[in-house]
């Protein structure tokens, strides 16, 4: 080497040890402008690339110089880290394996390899790298800590907390260790102690994305909402364009009844959904955005990017022609949920003779007596919650399932992988979800015309099944408890005009509850009767109240009762107020079942229309709204009219019988229609196309 070439190289490793990389990188490019092979050049020029975290380029430069000295351990090492840190984890085992080989004292390049080897899923194989590390070094707290992972990994909870231990006890300044501590303690149920090893993890590295993350979810299965905000808040500073974490923020924000930041964070979600964004759960969106444009537009996103399956050939499934039509009916649900509680009698009469009946149960494994007076309705009842998305399907397929209907759709626990997966040749959107799913595997979506009107029907990626009366199947069985319950007994005073909303909290946004303190303000004495849980959610729903200029103690909360016993409560307000823009679903007919007035405010999308829906079948079109000032008006109008109250709670009680709602055998009959149609349009190897019933 010259004596030039050699003064450059140097000062560019004198500049490149006093972390002057720019300087160094500039006298580097000269050396290798001037002799391209210069294999020191090439490996700090990868370091230095290393360093600023431009890891493809790094791996490229020491890939050069691998191929003038592939036998150099440090350069197969910092090879195979680089490959590793943008992820190409299979490229990189052959030079941690090679590293290992020529340095095999190197107990980093141990841990490395078990890096890798974890990453692509090969758990016990990445254990023996982590040992080989702990054979050179027994007090090495990563190999320590990452062993106790790999245990977690392979839910060998009490091995993994050993070794956890033991990476703890030689230093603890590795966050992965109370991380995984946390998620053990999570996977056993045991919150509140993993809640104080995620905020070790967090005093370690404050910055540690994943512990945020995971943190705000726990404290958000347990009300906390505040602290779960606080979580996703300091995550979205360090990351905001961590994929769906703003959606989290005003999931939460709506949990916790803090509107505050609400109109800001639902325009700012809105326009970057139209964007194409990745920004929100579509079930966060449909409760909080009466556009079906932007609801088809989220679904679609989250579609993209949670179920990008290659189904192959069974994504062309074909039908074969039975003598009864198979089936199956997908959800966690299938206890003591609303989703049972409208579907129970609907499993009970469906008719025998022309179809068989199956469940595919994925939810938790609750034994309770819901289940128990329906399961003797299935032909085949099927608990596979510890099955895979794939392997359900597979299942559902064995089984010849001719239509499967999701009853879940995006909801909470739901598993749409398994419609990804295809798990019929026909497959079904149907009731628990109340809004498009945006996906090719879905081809129908039974509604009605109350529910998607036709110029409606382009904001759905399913084909449009019409039942002629409402969508929402009705269990008539539905048991009101007995037991006399007076006002006094559930907090309402003894006199005065009681308005309810029985929706959970979330569904209360800003804009209806200004119309609610505009009714209070106009009818004296009245009171409003809501169920909210937590007294921070109360809290803050009481200052919403006093800010619009209404004594908070108007202001009445309701607390969880058995369904029997609410059901026998409702009776005891006056006029049920639904809320915009998701409204009462359940909650709706269970009022009208009880022979509770409810005034809607009808809006543009599935989850916006269903009061209307039901009122209409009811024989109610006259309490359906179109603006905040007619629904206003109409329920002010109410209260303040006895004999037109009485009116309408006479012509609930006679319709009830009379019209179509809860005259569950019709409604099967009708769904069952559809059902026989989807089945021979796909005999005659016809697309789905709109059903009319």
Same mark, same amino acid.
């Given at each position: 080497?010259?004596?030039?070439?050699?003064?450059?190289?140097?000062?560019?490793? @004198?500049?490149?040890?006093?972390?002057?990389?720019?300087?160094?990188?500039?006298?580097? *490019?000269?050396?290798?402008? %001037?002799?391209?092979?210069?294999? $020191?050049?090439?490996?700090?020029? /990868? *370091?230095? !690339?290393?360093?600023?975290?431009?890891?493809?380029?790094?791996?490229?430069?020491?890939?050069?110089?691998?191929?003038?000295?592939? =036998?150099?351990?440090?350069?197969?090492?910092? *090879?195979?880290?680089?490959?590793?840190?943008?992820?190409?984890?299979?490229?990189?085992?052959?030079?941690?394996?090679?590293?290992?080989? %020529?340095?095999?004292? @190197?107990?980093?390049?141990?841990?490395?390899?078990?890096?890798?080897?974890?990453?692509?899923?090969?758990?016990?194989?990445?254990?023996?790298?982590?040992?080989?590390?702990?054979?050179?070094?027994?007090?090495?707290?990563?190999?320590?800590?990452?062993? /106790?992972?790999?245990?977690?990994?392979?839910?060998?909870?009490?091995?993994?907390?050993?070794?956890?231990?033991?990476?703890?006890?030689?230093?603890?300044?590795?966050?992965?260790?109370?991380?995984?501590?946390?998620?053990?303690?999570?996977?056993?149920?045991?919150?509140?102690?993993?809640?104080?090893?995620?905020?070790?993890?967090?005093?370690?590295?404050?910055?540690?994305?994943?512990?945020?993350?995971?943190?705000?979810?726990?404290?958000?299965?347990?009300?906390?909402?505040?602290?779960?905000?606080?979580?996703?808040?300091?995550?979205?500073?360090?990351?905001?364009?961590?994929?769906?974490?703003?959606?989290?923020?005003?999931?939460?924000?709506?949990?916790?009844?803090?509107?505050?930041?609400?109109?800001?964070?639902?325009?700012?979600?809105?326009?970057?959904?139209?964007?194409?964004?990745?920004?929100?759960?579509?079930?966060?969106?449909?409760?909080?955005?009466?556009? $079906?444009?932007?609801?088809?537009?989220?679904? =679609?996103?989250?579609?993209?990017?949670?179920?990008?399956?290659?189904? /192959?050939?069974?994504?062309?499934?074909?039908?074969?022609?039975?003598?009864?039509?198979?089936?199956?009916?997908?959800?966690?649900?299938?206890?003591?949920?609303?989703?049972?509680?409208?579907?129970?009698?609907?499993?009970?009469?469906?008719?025998?003779?022309?179809?068989?009946?199956?469940?595919?149960?994925?939810?938790?494994?609750?034994?309770?007596?819901?289940?128990?007076?329906?399961?003797?309705?299935?032909?085949?009842?099927?608990?596979?919650?510890?099955?895979?998305?794939?392997?359900?399907?597979?299942?559902?397929?064995?089984?010849?399932?001719?239509?499967?209907?999701? %009853?879940?759709?995006?909801?909470?626990?739901?598993?749409?992988?398994?419609?990804?997966?295809?798990?019929?040749?026909?497959?079904?959107?149907?009731?628990?979800?109340?809004?498009?799913?945006?996906?090719?595997?879905?081809?129908?979506?039974?509604?009605?015309?109350?529910?998607?009107?036709?110029?409606?029907? !382009?904001?759905?990626?399913?084909?449009?099944?019409?039942? $002629?009366?409402?969508? =929402?199947?009705?269990?008539?069985?539905?048991?009101?408890?007995?037991?006399?319950?007076?006002?006094?007994?559930?907090?309402? #005073?003894?006199?005065?005009?009681?308005?309810?909303?029985?929706?959970?909290?979330?569904?209360?946004? #800003?804009?209806?509850?200004?119309?609610?303190?505009?009714?209070?303000?106009?009818?004296?004495?009245?009171?409003?009767?809501?169920?909210?849980?937590?007294?921070?959610?109360?809290? @803050?729903?009481?200052?919403?109240?006093?800010?619009? /200029?209404?004594?908070?103690?108007?202001?009445?909360?309701?607390?969880?009762?058995?369904?029997?016993?609410?059901?026998?409560?409702?009776?005891?307000?006056?006029?049920?107020?639904?809320?915009?823009?998701?409204?009462?679903?359940?909650?709706?007919?269970?009022?009208?079942?009880?022979?509770?007035?409810?005034?809607?405010?009808?809006?543009?999308?599935?989850?916006?229309?269903?009061?209307?829906? %039901?009122?209409?079948?009811?024989?109610? $079109?006259?309490?359906?709204?179109?603006?905040?000032?007619?629904?206003?008006?109409?329920?002010?109008?109410?209260?303040?009219?006895?004999?037109?109250?009485?009116?309408? !709670?006479?012509?609930?009680?006679?319709?009830?019988?009379?019209?179509?709602?809860? @005259?569950?055998?019709?409604?099967?009959?009708?769904?069952?229609?559809?059902?026989?149609?989807?089945?021979?349009?796909?005999?005659?190897?016809?697309? #789905?196309?709109?059903?009319?019933?």
């Amino acid at each position: 080497m010259s004596q030039f070439l050699e003064s450059l190289l140097g000062r560019a490793i @004198n500049e490149f040890q006093a972390n002057q990389f720019d300087a160094a990188e500039k006298l580097l *490019l000269n050396v290798l402008q %001037l002799q391209k092979n210069n294999l $020191p050049a090439l490996h700090i020029m /990868g *370091l230095i !690339k290393a360093a600023q975290e431009k890891h493809v380029d790094a791996a490229n430069y020491f890939k050069k110089a691998l191929a003038i000295n592939p =036998q150099e351990p440090s350069l197969n090492y910092n *090879l195979a880290r680089a490959l590793s840190a943008y992820g190409r984890h299979l490229e990189a085992l052959q030079y941690h394996e090679r590293t290992i080989k %020529l340095a095999n004292d @190197n107990a980093q390049a141990w841990v490395n390899y078990g890096i890798s080897l974890a990453a692509l899923g090969r758990t016990r194989d990445a254990v023996k790298m982590f040992e080989g590390a702990l054979a050179l070094h027994p007090a090495y707290e990563e190999a320590l800590a990452n062993l /106790g992972e790999s245990y977690r990994l392979l839910q060998d909870y009490p091995q993994a907390k050993t070794f956890f231990g033991r990476a703890i006890e030689v230093g603890g300044q590795l966050s992965l260790s109370w991380l995984g501590i946390a998620r053990i303690e999570l996977a056993l149920g045991e919150k509140k102690q993993a809640i104080e090893h995620y905020l070790r993890c967090l005093q370690i590295n404050p910055e540690n994305m994943e512990c945020l993350l995971e943190l705000a979810l726990v404290h958000l299965s347990l009300k906390q909402y505040e602290a779960s905000l606080q979580c996703y808040e300091r995550a979205y500073q360090l990351n905001p364009n961590e994929d769906f974490l703003l959606g989290r923020i005003l999931n939460v924000a709506m949990q916790a009844c803090l509107w505050e930041k609400l109109p800001d964070l639902i325009a700012e979600i809105s326009a970057k959904i139209q964007e194409g964004k990745r920004v929100c759960h579509p079930f966060t969106v449909l409760s909080s955005i009466d556009d $079906p444009a932007i609801q088809l537009k989220a679904a =679609q996103i989250w579609s993209s990017f949670t179920q990008n399956i290659e189904s /192959g050939k069974k994504s062309q499934l074909q039908l074969q022609k039975k003598d009864k039509i198979r089936i199956g009916y997908f959800s966690a649900d299938f206890h003591l949920h609303a989703t049972l509680h409208l579907m129970a009698d609907m499993f009970k009469k469906h008719d025998k003779s022309r179809f068989e009946v199956f469940a595919f149960s994925y939810g938790d494994d609750i034994q309770d007596q819901m289940l128990a007076s329906v399961i003797e309705y299935f032909d085949g009842f099927y608990y596979v919650g510890n099955q895979t998305d794939s392997e359900i399907a597979q299942a559902a397929r064995e089984l010849k399932i001719d239509i499967a209907v999701d %009853l879940k759709g995006y909801t909470y626990d739901a598993r749409p992988g398994i419609f990804a997966h295809k798990a019929a040749p026909i497959q079904v959107n149907y009731l628990g979800y109340p809004g498009t799913m945006g996906s090719p595997f879905m081809d129908y979506i039974i509604a009605d015309p109350v529910i998607i009107s036709e110029e409606l029907q !382009k904001y759905y990626s399913e084909k449009i099944v019409y039942l $002629p009366n409402s969508y =929402q199947i009705n269990d008539p069985q539905r048991l009101v408890s007995e037991v006399n319950i007076t006002r006094e007994d559930v907090g309402l #005073p003894g006199q005065g005009f009681v308005f309810c909303s029985f929706n959970q909290h979330y569904k209360f946004v #800003p804009l209806v509850f200004d119309s609610w303190a505009r009714i209070l303000k106009r009818v004296d004495h009245s009171v409003l009767w809501i169920m909210a849980e937590g007294e921070d959610v109360r809290q @803050n729903l009481r200052n919403e109240i006093a800010k619009r /200029g209404i004594a908070p103690e108007r202001l009445i909360f309701a607390d969880r009762i058995p369904s029997a016993e609410h059901l026998a409560r409702m009776r005891l307000a006056d006029l049920f107020l639904d809320s915009l823009p998701y409204n009462s679903h359940t909650t709706a007919s269970d009022a009208l079942w009880v022979g509770l007035p409810i005034v809607t405010l009808q809006g543009q999308s599935f989850a916006a229309r269903v009061a209307s829906s %039901l009122l209409t079948a009811m024989g109610l $079109p006259q309490l359906i709204t179109h603006s905040a000032e007619q629904y206003e008006n109409l329920a002010v109008e109410i209260a303040t009219n006895p004999h037109m109250l009485t009116e309408i !709670k006479n012509t609930i009680g006679a319709n009830k019988q009379e019209t179509p709602l809860f @005259n569950s055998a019709l409604t099967t009959q009708q769904i069952e229609a559809a059902y026989e149609k989807m089945v021979e349009l796909k005999l005659n190897h016809l697309p #789905p196309t709109s059903i009319v019933v």
